[in-house]
């Protein structure tokens, strides 16, 4: 029997014993199940999902039921740059597919995203095959991808002018078409079957303007060689593989395998796409009677009442489509007209509100009737605020007048203006009228009393008199362009005479002031206006778009000038068949519309750049 101290002894070193086992059991021991499964969380990035398809066309929408699908120039370039100053994006993913643009545009995207790379944030470029403008606007992106299947059609640039006077002699219609201006050659289409010298020495330069263009960007963008770049043109089309061969695009991969792209070889990241970003979204619930006054609102095109700020302002009037007297028009697709009366009033509106500190005009026009575009002009030089014009793809003719009101013109690299010129006259129907057994009567008085007939021709009396008054016109345009550019009337005379120029050559000719987009003209108008940084600064739109029942049934107030609205299924039947014919089309049915002018300012429309 052990004695009490020697008990204690026992159960001492018992206690030591255990002790040691169960220490050296814990250190043996493995991490909880649960524990030794846990990882660190996957880090989650977001990049801008933002497509890139239809016209953009100028200056606000359609509004309504059909804002969704007619995104404006602007809206598109406002979620760019919002993406741009969110915290939240890592990057922008652009599909591009397809989206109708000019030279003008395109300069306006590729800035765009020259400021979301300029933030640090890469931009890739998706695209399931490509013509010139859209890879035009991939090249300023950090990456250009391409699934394999593919095509790259990088085929230079061309331009095709419909001539429609074998047609005319066929049905015995003869085209009466007077000019001023030897490159003034809107009128050629309907008095000669192929172009005169000098319509293609003026091409030739554009075309030559729009080509070194399009090689700099490339070489630019993807770090080429000029030689490279235009071997890879003269050797287009191209499939995806061997553009990438050709270091044309980045990689070929599907669209499916992008979010894997984007995350390179971090594998605890998790890519985000944020679909559809930025984009304005539209409530489309109608039920009751509350939704049933939305729609009619929306309809009527009447936007929710907002509080008027009194902060400082830049009115940007946007003046797009042919210019015509009386009231702006749109159809149904979106195409429009600019209307005198319409532009008027807003540049009244923006002169006679007190917040507005400078105008913007925004030009996208290829001219239309002199008489409009002299009201406009006339409009602006009343303006005693700071203007700046700034140019689109086309400001040309009337839309180039209508410029002289500004203080200082941009224009962008690839924008076609110029065509300082005036073009009048009919076409004679007699002959048609002949063929298909009409006849015509006539009783006059005075000479020149035909000059307005749509079924004979000028006579000599009436020839002198129309070319007298074009002269005329001619010179008021010539002797306004001289003045609005300071620049002496015999220097700019020689500039005139109808020919067109690529917005990089009118600079160098001092018929603009800065090469530039939309974005750099307010800021230089905020200059001029003497608004600083710390100024909270809000842009004034105008005019106001058309609503969704003024484009399908013409304008709701019976004072204003009737209008018929294009047909949208005709149209859109026929540019499922043929893109080109609907535009002639379209064209001609504006041109019908501006038939009653005697005096056009006006570039070629039949135009096609590729």
């Known amino acids: 029997m052990l004695s009490h101290v020697q008990f204690r002894s026992v159960v001492r070193r018992w206690l030591t014993a255990s002790s040691l086992v169960l220490a050296l059991s814990v250190v043996a021991l493995p991490m909880p199940q649960a524990r030794a499964q846990e990882k660190p969380a996957a880090t989650v990035i977001t990049w801008a999902h933002i497509e890139l398809k239809g016209g953009y066309a100028e200056g606000p929408q359609m509004m309504g039921l059909f804002g969704d699908v007619s995104e404006s120039l602007s809206e598109v370039l406002a979620r760019l740059d919002k993406a741009a100053k969110d915290d939240a994006v890592t990057g922008v993913l652009l599909k591009i597919d397809g989206p109708s643009i000019g030279r003008g545009k395109l300069n306006e995207f590729r800035q765009a995203i020259s400021r979301v790379r300029a933030k640090g944030k890469k931009v890739v470029a ?48 003869k085209a009466e078409m007077l000019r001023v201006g030897e490159y003034k050659s809107a009128a050629e289409p309907y008095s000669r079957t192929e172009m005169s010298k000098e319509f293609r020495e003026e091409l030739e330069q554009v075309l030559g303007d729009f080509y070194d263009q399009m090689v700099e960007q490339v070489a630019t963008g993807r770090g080429l060689t000029a030689e490279k770049v235009k071997a890879a043109i003269d050797n287009g089309p191209h499939t995806a593989a061997a553009a990438k061969e050709l270091g044309l695009i980045t990689r070929v991969a599907y669209e499916d395998e992008l979010t894997g792209i984007l995350k390179g070889d971090k594998a605890d990241t998790t890519i985000k796409l944020a679909k559809r970003y930025g984009k304005k979204k539209i409530d489309t619930d109608f039920s009751g009677l509350a939704g049933m006054m939305k729609m009619m609102n929306m309809l009527m095109g009447l936007e929710p009442q907002t509080r008027r700020s009194n902060n400082p302002k830049i009115a940007v009037i946007h003046a797009s489509g042919m210019i015509m007297p009386g009231a702006s028009a749109s159809d149904f697709l979106g195409d429009s007209t600019l209307g005198s009366d319409t532009l008027v009033k807003a540049i009244e509106k923006a002169s006679n509100d007190a917040t507005v500190k400078a105008i913007v005009l925004r030009v996208d026009s290829p001219g239309g009737s002199a008489l409009a575009s002299d009201l406009i002009w006339r409009a602006l030089e009343k303006v005693e605020k700071p203007i700046v014009a700034s140019m689109g793809d086309v400001a040309g003719s009337g839309g180039y007048y209508i410029a002289m009101g500004a203080d200082t013109i941009f224009a962008e690299p690839g924008t076609i203006t110029g065509s300082i010129g005036v073009v009048g006259g009919k076409i004679a129907l007699e002959g048609l009228f002949t063929k298909i057994g009409i006849t015509t009567s006539v009783v006059s008085r005075g000479k020149n009393s035909g000059i307005l007939s749509t079924s004979s021709g000028f006579t000599d009396s009436e020839r002198a008199a129309m070319t007298k008054l074009l002269l005329d016109i001619y010179k008021q345009f010539t002797e306004k362009a001289a003045k609005g550019r300071k620049m002496e009337y015999t220097k700019l005379e020689k500039l005139a005479r109808g020919r067109i120029y690529s917005g990089a050559t009118a600079l160098k000719l001092g018929l603009i002031d800065k090469l530039g987009t939309l974005e750099d003209a307010v800021e230089h108008a905020k200059q001029l206006a003497k608004l600083g940084p710390e100024d909270k600064v809000e842009r004034l739109i105008l005019p106001k778009p058309t609503s969704p029942l003024e484009s399908l049934f013409g304008p709701l107030n019976p004072d204003e000038q009737t209008r018929v609205s294009a047909d949208a299924a005709l149209f859109s039947a026929l540019k499922a068949i043929s893109p080109d014919l609907a535009d002639d089309l379209r064209n001609a049915m504006q041109i019908n519309r501006l038939a009653r002018e005697s005096r056009l300012m006006l570039m070629p429309f039949t135009i096609r750049i590729r």
Not at 128 to 154: H, K, R
């Open 126 to 173: 998706y695209l399931d095959s490509a013509g010139s403008g859209d890879y035009l606007v991939a090249t300023g992106c950090d990456e250009v991808v391409m699934p394999e299947s593919g095509v790259l059609m990088l085929l230079g640039v061309r331009s095709e002018v419909s001539f429609y006077k074998n047609l005319f002699d066929f049905l015995g219609v």
